[in-house]
């Protein structure tokens, strides 16, 4: 993957960096430059919660090459508790286990290798609340 | 604007079609629609293709397919809305004839998935999610749907045995397709025990990667009438678009796009859905079917994979969807599917429909629904003998 | 007055154990168990790193820092053998995922394992110079061991961090010394996957005679001994070393207890003093003093002696304590499952 696809997405990516409407207070992840819900263009920049609770899960087995080493691995939807939705892998957890209003919080991960010689992706993954 | 009918079908065999190019696929099937309606030239053509660049390395192909048609300096375009490509040539062509725009336009769809390996087909369908916040994570197009399919069987309490039900009854209906991928049937308990891909679904809840061209041919009511071929008239085109990424959306089970598309062609025909006889719609995925037949109004919320269980949707049922086979068995040539659907329902208004799947009690009025990614783009056509 | 702003450690929870390992080398189990004091050690994943790793120990670190704004960060120092590029920086990745960027300093460093207590050495002198206000030292790796070596049974996973700074301390660093020599008992060329080692030349000749002589040289500079301690942590190779080491020295087993975690954590290399040291903190109390002495072959070892401060009370809840890290929530894994997570099997690319 070429290095600058990752490097836009760093503040998102590293920092959970989101954009709050100043007019009506919907969230964007990613931000976006005109509000969806009321059509304003002012945002302010936040940083998201990091703790959720699954909406929807899967468990992929057939898996694109750059996540074959990972599979099988699950991929879900978490409302986040300021009620953001983001997908993220879910790592550290038995696949078999994982139920939909599970507790999550966000962890930094390597997402992409990019094979032995690519610019590492990192970001966020989910990995069940233990603690 | 001006009445708009189909006139013309072609399609050919899909499948993994080793002997047969990207062009010669689509002109093959061009050949055949522009047969069927007797026309002998074309005012143009808009072909749907998802991604010729990822899957033969060919863009500009509308261009390539005019030359190998025969037809020169014929205006060609090519259009693209992931699986959905097809359903929006057909709309394109629509709006061109019904403005007076063209007289004899041809709607194609092509796609030619097998040149590449099961990892670069993959690659190549993921483009129609969100790169950045679903592909990127990990997410392949299987587990966008089982996504939802986790969501709705939640909700819902949609079983196992319901997606299956999905599953088999499209292969029943494909088993009698001769075009179809996979003309066989299938049993709910080999759909159960199929292997597992994006829990829940399972290899045979997936729709194939699949070679194959479709095409009709478009023109005035009045045109149609001096061809004397039956008239299958379009009295309703809805179009609409959804948030590309799933967790962008408010309800993971339905598909607003599917709602809007439909709610659409619904007021420019001025029918509802009682009015339908019966449907093609997209159903990639067993899991997509059902949740389509809610968005489209045939059942309510949550009732969707009960119908499908109970028989509803099948050749006999109360609302049949997917004689064709559906994705599932005839195949998902992804940039042709919407074509190869119109195809189905021509012939079925026609009472053409080959090997006993044609249904009876002389369907007047039909409707098909193609459909983008993961719902985040949809077309609704109604189609109705005249 | 330097020290101890905010601590933090972070460990993956995936475990291996000695039987796995010697059963597929045909190992006996019980001699290498014995022979090593150690019983298992941890795993990395294949989405964890010594980045990751360093920016959650990192987090971990800016909770119990309580209000340091990450801007004020003026270095990041991450001491690792295991940066995931050979060139481009793992600091970088860091401080902008910490919001630290971009006035700031970054450099990776290496040396075997105190490569982590060379950053905690490094930042510790610029907070004092003046230079910076706050300064992040982080001691990580995902260490990697030959298939069928002794090594395999011991290299880990795990990373430590520190916030360093001049006030609202945790700890002080009451006196620092360095002891190095030119040692060569552990070593890995450019483009070589696994490390090479003298055997038993690492011992001896190597990490007693250069953490001996760190310690003695602290002791002597503070005029300290042993009994003055309430804790000690020694790098921890393997569970057997740095028992012994506080054996020579004239520490008891309950000074390094706390701290001494290679029996259950493997060698986490240039994390592995550091992360003692968050587990020692954790059952610290105001006022205890603490000896730290890392090592790194090659060789030398960097010595601290701390001063635990009263805020040490607040603080050692704000964020998960590392013997939760190293006890709680374990997955352990098959050698099949490890051979893929360290990326020892060849596939088809």
């Given amino acids: 993957m070429f290095p600058s696809r990752i490097w836009r997405e760093k503040a998102q990516r590293y920092r959970l960096e989101a954009g709050k409407c100043t007019t009506c207070g919907y969230i964007a992840f990613p931000p976006r430059l005109i509000c969806p819900e009321c059509g304003a263009r002012e945002f302010e920049t936040i940083t998201l919660p990091d703790t959720g609770k699954i909406l929807t899960y899967t468990v992929i087995r057939v898996a694109p090459s750059q996540f074959t080493d990972e599979a099988p691995y699950a991929v879900g939807i978490a409302e986040l508790t300021n009620g953001v939705k983001l997908m993220a892998q879910i790592a550290d957890c038995e696949v078999e286990k994982i139920k939909v209003g599970m507790e999550v919080v966000i962890e930094f991960r390597r997402v992409q290798t990019h094979g032995s010689h690519g610019v590492l992706s990192y970001g966020y993954k989910f990995v069940p609340k233990w603690y | ?386 | 007055m330097v020290g101890i702003v905010g601590y933090g450690a972070h460990i993956p929870r995936h475990r291996i154990k000695v039987e796995e390992i010697a059963k597929v080398w045909g190992a006996d189990a019980p001699s290498y168990k014995k022979g090593l004091m150690l019983t298992q050690k941890s795993v990395p994943p294949p989405d964890v790193d010594t980045i990751t790793l360093s920016v959650e120990a990192a987090k971990n670190a800016l909770k119990r820092a309580g209000n340091v704004n990450p801007a004020d960060i003026g270095a990041v120092y991450i001491g690792s053998e295991s940066h995931p590029y050979a060139v481009k920086p793992s600091g970088t990745v860091v401080a902008d995922a910490l919001g630290a960027c971009p006035s700031l300093h970054v450099a990776d460093f290496e040396f075997a394992c105190k490569a982590g207590s060379e950053a905690m050495f490094v930042c510790l002198g610029l907070v004092k110079s003046g230079y910076i206000k706050y300064g992040l030292a982080i001691g990580g790796d995902t260490s990697q061991g030959a298939p069928g070596d002794a090594l395999e049974y011991s290299t880990a996973a795990g990373a430590a961090a520190f916030i360093m700074g001049s006030d609202n301390l945790i700890a002080e660093a009451v006196h620092t010394y360095s002891f190095t020599t030119d040692t060569p008992d552990f070593w890995r060329r450019e483009y070589e996957h696994y490390p090479q080692h003298g055997g038993r030349f690492t011992g001896e000749p190597a990490y007693f005679r250069t953490t001996m002589g760190a310690a003695n040289g602290i002791l002597e500079m503070s005029g300290m001994k042993p009994q003055d301690f309430k804790w000690a942590v020694f790098h921890q190779p393997n569970g057997k070393f740095p028992l012994r080491v506080a054996k020579m020295l004239g520490f008891t087993k309950e000074q390094i207890e706390p701290g001494w975690l290679s029996p259950r954590l493997g060698n986490t290399y240039s994390g592995a003093s550091p992360i003692g040291l968050t587990a020692t903190l954790d059952v610290a109390k105001p006022g205890d003093m603490i000896l730290m002495v890392s090592y790194g072959s090659g060789a030398g070892s960097d010595a601290f002696v701390w001063k635990v401060t009263d805020r040490i009370d607040e603080v050692r809840d704000k964020a998960v304590r590392t013997a939760k890290l190293l006890d709680e929530n374990l997955t352990f894994v098959d050698y099949g499952t490890y051979a893929k997570f360290r990326h020892k099997i060849l596939k088809n690319n």
């Fill in chain 2, 1 to 386: 604007m001006r009445d708009v009918a189909v006139v013309g079908i072609g399609m050919n065999k899909w499948g993994e079609i080793w002997t047969k190019s990207f062009r010669d696929l689509f002109v093959e099937a061009a050949l055949m629609a522009i047969d069927d309606a007797g026309v002998d030239t074309l005012d143009s053509m808009t072909i749907g293709c998802m991604t010729g660049g990822l899957f033969v390395g060919q863009e500009h192909l509308a261009s390539m397919m005019a030359d190998y048609l025969g037809i020169k300096n014929l205006p060609a375009s090519r259009v693209e809305s992931a699986c959905a490509s097809g359903g929006l040539a057909f709309r394109t062509a629509y709006i061109e004839v019904a403005s007076g725009m063209s007289d004899i336009v041809l709607a194609g769809g092509v796609e030619k998935m097998t040149d590449v390996s099961g990892d670069g087909a993959t690659y190549a369908l993921a483009t129609a999610a969100d790169q950045e916040y679903e592909v990127f994570h990990g997410a392949t197009f299987p587990g966008l749907y089982a996504l939802m399919a986790v969501a709705h069987m939640e909700k819902y309490g949609t079983t196992r045995d319901m997606l299956s039900s999905v599953a088999v009854k499209n292969h029943h209906n494909g088993s009698m397709n001769p075009n179809a991928q996979y003309p066989f049937k299938i049993s709910i308990e080999e759909v159960n025990n199929s292997v597992m891909v994006a829990s829940p679904l399972r290899i045979l809840d997936c729709s194939p990667i699949t070679d194959g061209a479709a095409a009709v041919i478009l023109t005035t009511v009045d045109i149609a009438r001096k061809l004397g071929k039956p008239i299958i008239k379009i009295i309703g085109s809805g179009h609409a678009t959804d948030t590309i990424a799933l967790h962008s959306r408010k309800d993971l089970t339905t598909l607003d796009a599917t709602r809007m598309a439909a709610k659409r062609a619904f007021d420019m025909a001025g029918k509802t859905i009682k009015d339908i006889d019966f449907a093609e719609v997209h159903d990639c995925f067993t899991i997509a079917e059902i949740i389509v037949s809610e968005s489209l109004g045939v059942f309510a919320p949550g009732k969707g994979g009960v119908a499908a269980q109970k028989g509803e949707t099948g050749l006999e049922g109360s609302f049949p969807i997917n004689t064709s086979g559906g994705l599932k068995s005839k195949g998902h040539p992804v940039g042709a599917t919407g074509i190869g659907q119109a195809v189905e329902v021509v012939k079925q208004l026609r009472g053409e429909a080959e090997n006993g799947r044609q249904l009876k009690n002389n369907p007047k009025t039909a409707l098909m629904q193609n459909m983008g990614g993961s719902g985040g783009s949809t077309l609704v056509h109604i189609l109705e003998v005249a």
